[in-house]
């Protein structure tokens, strides 16, 4: 089991370009779930999805951020435009079923400048 | 609002002792908790999970308590060494109404 895979590890990028992060969970886990993390505000939640359908996004800070996960294997979290105070580490975890604990991939440390 | 809160400030303990972290919450009523660990440059790895009917769990040098009378759990790690130095998050049920946020967990360090 390779665990929970997220690309590129680092992304450094200019302020007004995309970008999008990307997801490979678990085989067979079931749900998804996209979190931010910054020493200010510790781990926060953006959205999970569960079979492949978003359940709820109301973590997603602006409609910058969108994300998608067009089959069971893969997930991505887009922002466009970014902007520098969207810098922060991106984790993508994944579970078998919500009474199940998370696994979580290294992040994406992004840096927008 | 619902809350998980954690004790901002590091925790430094020597080595052998034993190190006790605090999860408090308010508003709120989790059926379960969930302690996870994680390392500089690492995502969070999952530790225990306790649920409410459960007074305490252990796993080798942890344990974890669960008290629905004060709305808090204790994370303890006896006989502590250097390697369990590590930043420790607390986190409510997946799911539901409430949507998890895990906050910003303890930082743990052990000196030897």
């Known amino acids: 089991d390779a665990g929970v895979i997220q690309s590129p590890r680092h992304e450094v990028t200019e302020m007004g370009q995309e970008v999008t992060l990307r997801c490979k969970p678990i085989s067979g886990h079931n749900s998804l779930f996209w979190y931010r993390q910054t020493m200010m505000r510790g781990l926060e939640l953006l959205i999970y999805?569960?079979?492949?359908?978003?359940?709820?996004d109301s973590g997603m800070p602006e409609d910058r951020f969108s994300a998608k996960m067009p089959n069971a294997s893969f997930s991505t979290l887009k922002i466009q435009p970014s902007e520098p105070r969207d810098s922060a580490v991106y984790f993508c975890?994944?579970?078998?079923?919500?009474?199940?604990?998370?696994?979580f991939g290294n992040g994406t440390r992004l840096t927008v400048t | 609002s619902q809350k998980i809160e954690q004790n901002s400030e590091a925790l430094n303990i020597q080595e052998g002792k034993t190190a006790t972290l605090t999860c408090n919450y308010t508003?709120?009523?989790?059926?379960?908790l969930q302690w996870y660990r994680q390392d500089p440059g690492r995502g969070p790895v999952f530790l225990l999970l306790?649920?409410?009917?459960?007074k305490e769990k252990r796993k080798e040098r942890l344990k974890v308590t669960f008290d629905t009378t004060l709305k808090q759990s204790l994370f303890h790690i006896t006989a502590s060494q250097p390697a369990d130095s590590a930043t420790y998050l607390c986190?409510?049920?997946?799911?539901?109404?409430?949507?998890?946020?895990f906050g910003r967990g303890t930082s743990l360090i052990v000196h030897p």
């Open positions: 508003n709120y009523s989790p059926a379960y």
């Open positions: 975890a994944s579970t078998r079923d919500l009474l199940s604990p998370l696994h």
């Open positions: 999805f569960n079979n492949n359908v978003p359940i709820d």
């Open positions: 986190a409510p049920p997946l799911g539901g109404s409430y949507i998890p946020t």
């Open positions: 306790i649920r409410e009917n459960e």
